[in-house]
């Protein structure tokens, strides 16, 4: 390969990946808040049941 289907290969490649990592990240952040909702859900049933 060549310096130019390099070049070629990272400007296809980078955005998609960049774009895959940014959402990755956000959707983890949504993904531990939701963990930490159903376990004080969790908790509350286990007050409300006792």
């Not at 070629?8 to 808040?33: D, M, S, V």
Request: charged share 30%; proline share 2%; no cysteine.
């Amino acid at each position: 390969m060549d310096q130019l289907d390099w070049v070629g290969l990272i400007a296809n490649l980078g955005f998609p990946i960049a774009i895959t990592a940014y959402l990755l990240l956000r959707f983890e952040k949504k993904i531990i808040e939701l963990s930490e909702a159903i376990n004080g859900l969790k908790d509350e049933l286990h007050k409300k049941i006792k």
